[in-house]
Every structure is written in structure tokens, then in C-alpha cells.
């Protein structure tokens, strides 16, 4: 399973990619407001630091907007995907973008036949967003499934790209599922190394190392 950061923090994002542990990076409008930063600017620079895909969104609703929004978009960097909102008119823009060669990641998918309409459209990505799902008292893994299902079905390219990941266990579940990819806050991300047994042992490790007085080099 590839792991995505849902981030525009490029201090967390470089961090993360030194690690090995990134495939690729998932903004939305939200996070560029939080990263308090120009939009262009910090996909550029994200663009420059993960070799994956970056997903950058369109902000305009109708067809002939989020083309012009696009364009700009897919102009910064090769390995940008553009997001576009699960309507009709993100469909369209959907299926003339990656009818061009150009990534589209479908955001904003709370359905499976949602997924399977952003399939058909050629998405490259569908985000079902399950943290949001299970918010509002439905049950965001069976959602995964229902669509690795439908995919599976119809030997769709698709990716299903987990979104809105909230702990772990989302994490944990999207890979035992068998979803294309998960895109996490940094946080969860750093999460996932703990466990306290882990702990317990390099305490113990460290302290009879203590007692050798031995120094390595
Ligand atoms: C995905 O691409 C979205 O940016 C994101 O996962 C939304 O997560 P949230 O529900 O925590 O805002």
C-alpha cells in the first residue's frame, strides 16, 4: 500500500520522504489555509521534494472553470494530480484531463457508486473520505470495501486512495482491505512507528549496554 501525506507542510513532508516513507502528498483547499502559504508556491515546492504524485485542487465548480483552474495546476510539475470534486462537472473534467495524460484524483467520495461513476469518468484516483464517514455514523471501512469489491468486479485502473484517515486502525484496516493507498496527516503517520514494547525494550537494551561501559568506536 503507498502512503501519502495530507499535508502542505513541507517540514513534515521532507521529513517523512528522508524516511523512505512517502509515495506522494494529498493537499486540499483547507491545508493550504492552514499551511498559511501562495497555493502555486507550495505545491511547486512540494512537486520538488516527492517524486509521486501531489495532489493539488480545483476550486471552481462548473466544467469550463475547473479546466482553466486545471491548466495552471498540471503546468506546475509533472507529478501533480488534479483533484476535482465528485459532481458531474468534476466527472467531465475528470475524463478530458486524464483523456490528456494528466493525473485526477476524485475527492470528496462518500458512496461506492460514486467510486464507480469516478472509475468510469478514468480517474486516476477516487479519495473516499472514511474518517468523515464514520463522523457521520456510517461505517467508513465497509465503504472501502464495497469499492476494492466493485473494482475488483470490473478490473478497474482506478486507485483507491483512503482518505480522511484518522488512526491506525483506518490504516491498518486499508491495507488488510487491500486499498491502492492511504493519505494521512503526518501525525498518523509517526503513529504508526509507536509501540511500547518497542520502548520497553531499547530502555532495556540501553541500560545492560550502560553496565559494559563499552563505547562503540
Ligand atoms: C484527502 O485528500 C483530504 O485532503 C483529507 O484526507 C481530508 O481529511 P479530513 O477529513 O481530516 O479533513
Known amino acids: ?17 528522508e524516511a523512505g516513507l512517502l509515495d506522494g502528498v494529498t493537499t486540499n483547499p483547507s491545508l493550504i489555509h492552514k499551511a498559511g502559504r ?5 505545491v511547486t515546492e512540494i512537486c520538488s521534494i516527492v517524486e509521486g504524485p501531489v495532489s493539488a485542487e480545483v476550486v471552481a465548480l462548473d466544467y469550463a472553470e475547473m479546466m482553466r483552474e486545471a491548466e495552471i495546476l498540471r503546468k506546475i ?9 465528485l459532481t458531474i462537472d468534476g466527472l467531465k473534467t475528470c475524463k478530458a484531463l486524464t483523456d490528456d495524460g494528466t493525473m485526477v484524483n476524485v475527492t470528496l467520495c ?12 478514468g480517474a486516476t484516483f477516487i479519495s473516499p473520505f472514511v474518517g468523515r464517514h464514520d463522523d457521520n455514523g456510517f461505517d467508513g471501512m465497509q465503504l472501502i470495501g464495497d469499492i476494492r469489491l466493485i473494482y475488483d468486479n470490473y478490473a478497474f485502473d482506478t486507485e483507491i486512495l483512503v482518505a480522511s484517515v484518522r ?51
Open 1 to 17: 500500500m503507498k502512503f501519502f501525506a495530507d499535508t502542505a507542510d513541507v517540514n513534515d513532508i521532507r521529513d517523512l520522504a
Open 38 to 42: 501562495d497555493f502555486i508556491e507550495v
Open 77 to 85: 510539475a509533472g507529478n501533480v494530480a488534479v483533484k476535482v470534486p
Open 110 to 121: 462518500f458512496s461506492a457508486n460514486q467510486a464507480l461513476l469516478a472509475a468510469k469518468a
Open 167 to 217: 488512526h491506525p486502525i483506518h490504516v491498518l484496516e486499508s491495507a488488510r482491505i487491500g486499498a491502492d493507498v492511504m493519505t494521512a496527516p503526518p501525525s498518523v503517520i509517526r503513529q504508526l512507528v509507536k509501540h511500547p514494547l518497542t520502548d520497553k525494550g531499547i530502555e532495556g537494551f540501553l541500560a545492560d549496554w550502560a553496565k559494559t561501559g563499552q563505547k562503540i568506536g
